[in-house]
C-alpha cells in the first residue's frame, strides 16, 4: 500500500466531482495502488474532506458552521434559562411536598399514641387519661 498524502487526496475529489465514481475508482487502484475501500477511509480519518449526501459530491466542511450566529446565542440562553427555572420549581415542588410528608407522619405519630383503630371489630380505642396527662383535652361531639 503506497504512502497516501493530501495531493492524492485532491486529485481524487476533484475526479470523484467532476467525472464520477468509477473514474474516481479507477484512480484509486492504478495511481495509488491501493485498495478502494482502505482509501476511502484513510480519505475520512487523515483529511478534511467529507462526503455531502445530498449533492452526492465530497467538499471542505465550512468553518462558518462550527461558530454559533448571535441569535442563535441569543435565543440558546433564553432557551436554557427556562429549563433551569422549571427544574428549580420542580426541585422546590419536591423539597415541599416531603416536608409536608414529613409533618404528617409526625402528626400520625402522636395520634397513634393515643388512638387505636380496629378495623376487624370497628371499634376505636381511645386513652384518655393519657390525652389529659400529656396536656390534651378530649371533646366528643
Known amino acids: 500500500m503506497k504512502n497516501l498524502n493530501n495531493t492524492h487526496f485532491d486529485q481524487y475529489v476533484e475526479l470523484f466531482n467532476s467525472q464520477g465514481k468509477e473514474a474516481a475508482i479507477e484512480y484509486v487502484v492504478q495511481e495509488c495502488n491501493t485498495d478502494y475501500l482502505a482509501f476511502q477511509r484513510k480519505l475520512r480519518n487523515k483529511s478534511n474532506y467529507v462526503y455531502d449526501r445530498r449533492a452526492k459530491k465530497y467538499r471542505v466542511p465550512n468553518n462558518e458552521d462550527q461558530f454559533m450566529s448571535l441569535e442563535e446565542l441569543c435565543t440558546t440562553t433564553a432557551a436554557s434559562k427556562k429549563k433551569e427555572i422549571t427544574t428549580d420549581s420542580n426541585r422546590d415542588k419536591v423539597l415541599f411536598d416531603t ?40 371533646t366528643i361531639n
Open 99 to 138: 416536608i409536608i410528608i414529613d409533618l404528617m407522619k409526625d402528626r400520625l405519630t402522636e395520634i397513634a399514641k393515643y388512638i387505636v383503630f380496629e378495623q376487624s371489630s370497628r371499634e376505636i380505642h381511645i386513652d384518655s387519661e393519657r390525652l389529659q396527662q400529656d396536656g390534651y383535652t378530649l
